[in-house]
């Protein structure tokens, strides 16, 4: 599809450039040259060194074809930061992988940390180039996803892996990526950053007015033209690629609902596109996590039999993937969304158990906030039985079998 082509990325920083290196380093020394007397890395190169490495983790042996793309951003004496992209063949099946880096000089060597790695928590305390409002942030994109693979509130990929996810902790605080109070469609379900292969922590959408914006507020960042990469609170980051007219930032610090671009169809960076949308993915400490069990917004998603299959449900309402779905906003941390499994409304009562007075009811589908919780007459919903029950802002009280909350414990502590 032909369409709008986003302007030419701009320069950031009058020590900003870019530099392309084609190919794996070369470990061994020159010949006839000791290995002790070889030139020590230049920045470029020891940053493309890690890049293949940690592609390779992440990819497998197809990162040996991938092409490097290292853009320094920003740099003052011994410090340099930018991002690291493994860039695919346009029109590949295969999508580009990249990740914020940070390098610090010491004692004439670089030492290279990418964005969910440990040093790069540590390196991003000290860094003059990191912002005050990059700060915090970076903090959290230190080292693997929290808790094991097979802790409470893990999830299947669809591919029969399991992904490990903040201790059974769902919750995003993100709406969906486009324009709050309208329609977009799912067009599909999730899948991979890269195809069906797992985890499957993708969607795209399309349609409505075909503007893109930021899930969840945080920092900003170019990764190539058409891809925008923002890093929030909590280790998450969202990607959202194949954008046209884009933003060009280097850290620029973005509002929920921030606008990032239009959907397209551009393949800088690799990848194909065949009709305009946004590839959503959801990272966690720089690695691409499940969305299953995850919300954005006010809809919770869910795994279908096979790669880009699947739905989102809001309260008890199911939307199957090319289906649209409405940005109702975000869900607040402390928030839930009522799921009578079918039901029109669930009691709100004096107290937590079924021997307390009705105060009234929740409808399905309504956001309620929470104030605290305790244990009371057990009862059965869509994610199983339980005992607990919440009080919500306004005094009454609902069982948490009737809540979505992403949490499978108290969202706001006990009463």
């Known amino acids: 599809m032909l369409g709008r082509t986003g302007?030419?990325?701009r320069r950031i920083g009058a020590a900003a450039a870019l530099l392309t290196l084609v190919g794996a380093l070369s470990l061994g020394a020159p010949g006839g040259v000791a290995a002790d007397e070889r030139p020590a890395p230049t920045l470029t190169d020891a940053v493309t060194e890690r890049l293949l490495e940690r592609g390779g983790a992440a990819v497998g042996t197809a990162a040996a074809g991938d092409t490097p793309r290292v853009a320094v951003t920003r740099s003052a004496g011994d410090w340099a930061f930018g991002t690291a992209v493994l860039a695919t063949e346009p029109g590949s099946d295969r999508m580009p992988h990249g990740w914020l880096f940070l390098a610090e000089r010491t004692r004439g060597e670089w030492r290279v940390a990418l964005e969910g790695e440990e040093g790069f928590a540590e390196i991003s305390g000290r860094s003059p180039?990191?912002?005050d409002r990059e700060r915090p942030l970076f903090a959290q994109q230190g080292g693997a996803q929290q808790?094991?693979?097979?802790?409470?509130?893990?999830?299947?990929?669809?591919?029969?892996?399991?992904g490990a996810y903040a201790n059974g902790d769902m919750r995003t605080g993100m709406a969906l990526p486009t324009t709050v109070g309208a329609d977009t469609v799912m067009t599909s379900g999730p899948h991979g950053w890269s195809g069906s292969a797992a985890p499957w922590s993708s969607l795209d959408f399309a349609g409505g007015d075909e503007v893109v914006r930021a899930a969840r507020q945080g920092t900003a960042y170019t990764m190539c033209r058409g891809w925008v990469r923002v890093v929030h609170d909590r280790g998450y980051t969202t990607d959202y690629y194949h954008l046209w007219s884009n933003i060009s930032a280097n850290g620029t610090w973005v509002g929920a609902g921030a606008f990032l671009g239009y959907t397209g169809t551009d393949v800088t960076c690799g990848g194909a596109?065949?009709?305009?949308?946004?590839?959503?993915?959801?990272?966690?400490?720089?690695s691409y996590v499940g969305l299953a069990g995850h919300n954005?917004?006010?809809?919770v998603i869910e795994n279908g039999a096979a790669a880009y299959q699947g739905s989102a449900l809001h309260g008890s309402r199911r939307v199957y993937a090319g289906g649209a779905l409405y940005n109702y906003g975000a869900l607040g941390l402390t928030q839930g969304v009522v799921d009578t499994g079918g039901g029109t409304s669930v009691n709100?009562?004096?107290?937590?158990?079924?021997?307390?007075?009705?105060?009234?009811?929740?409808?399905?589908?309504?956001?309620?906030?929470?104030?605290?919780?305790?244990?009371?007459t057990a009862h059965t919903g869509r994610y199983g039985t339980t005992s607990l029950w919440n009080r919500l802002t306004d005094g009454t009280w609902v069982s948490d079998a009737y809540l979505w909350t992403g949490v499978n414990g108290p969202v706001n502590g006990w009463c």
């Open 296 to 299: 954005l917004g006010k809809w």
């Open 147 to 162: 808790g094991g693979a097979q802790q409470a509130g893990a999830q299947q990929d669809g591919s029969g892996e399991v």
């Open 273 to 286: 596109a065949y009709g305009r949308h946004v590839h959503f993915g959801l990272m966690q400490n720089g």
């Open 7 to 9: 302007p030419r990325l």
């Open 129 to 131: 180039l990191v912002g």
């Open 348 to 376: 709100r009562r004096t107290g937590p158990g079924t021997g307390y007075p009705v105060a009234g009811s929740a409808a399905d589908g309504a956001t309620v906030s929470v104030a605290c919780s305790a244990n009371g």
